[in-house]
């Protein structure tokens, strides 16, 4: 395919420093996205384990409704709404540049639904007597949950978290839908302009193979150190 072809590399280097605003956009969706994430996903695990049987019902549809759904379609619609709400109701000038907070209020809602999962789980391992001896202690349920429960189910969880941290990452580069200059789109954007796609794309997947690569090596690397602990 590319016997031909003759690569040139030269649009690379003049190019590095809207590449790492790039991918500094990149990586402020994913800590948002994982940050709120969590805390939604927290809130939505504890509702889907709830005894109420409605709170547990409405986790559960939201849950497998972003489960369901491909990301780059929530990303659009998040493109297409979010800007519309907020010149509603925070009064922001039509054609405001909202781009950016459409991208992580997507990413975040449809992490949550991901990061419930491994955090109902989580919390199931933590064997039921401890919930109980707390109880026992004078603690009620929300104290329990906080001091006792979270704790333990967050360290068994911690390898998987940081495991969807990573594919959070990867999957940023799907925002293009809206046009931000996230890293993949500023390296599509450099090699659109120069006429060197070919070989920006190919050097935007050897940078987030390296830094998945490295990622998941050192998640493995601290999953032995707690097997070990």
């Avoid at 109420?52 to 297409?80: D, E, H, Q, S, T």
């Avoid at 001091?147 to 969880?157: E, T, Y």
Wanted: charged share 10%; aromatic share 14%.
């Amino acid at each position: 395919m590319f016997g031909s072809y003759e690569f040139d590399w030269s649009s690379i280097p003049g190019s590095l420093n809207f590449l790492g605003q790039g991918l500094m956009v990149s990586l402020e969706i994913t800590a948002l996205a994982i940050v709120a994430g969590i805390v939604w996903g927290t809130l939505l695990a504890m509702a889907r384990l709830s005894s109420i049987k409605p709170l547990a019902w409405a986790a559960a549809g939201y849950v497998n409704l972003f489960r369901a759904i491909p990301l780059v379609m929530v990303l659009l619609w998040f493109f297409l709404i979010v800007p519309k709400f907020l010149e509603s109701f925070l009064g922001l000038p039509p054609g405001s540049d909202v781009r950016l907070a459409s991208a992580m209020i997507g990413f975040a809602l449809f992490e949550s639904a991901y990061y419930a999962e491994i955090i109902r789980a989580g919390i199931q391992s933590v064997p039921k007597g401890q919930l109980a001896a707390a109880h026992a202690l004078g603690m009620s349920y929300p104290q329990a949950m906080l001091n006792v429960v979270l704790p333990q189910a967050f360290r068994n969880m911690v390898p998987l978290l940081l495991t969807q941290a990573i594919i959070l990452f990867q999957d940023t580069s799907l925002v293009y839908v809206s046009a931000l200059a996230d890293f993949f789109g500023a390296a599509y954007k450099v090699g659109d302009r120069d006429g060197r796609l070919v070989e920006l794309v190919l050097f935007a997947g050897a940078v987030y193979f390296v830094l998945c690569f490295a990622a998941s090596q050192a998640v493995r690397h601290f999953q032995k150190r707690l097997q070990g602990a």
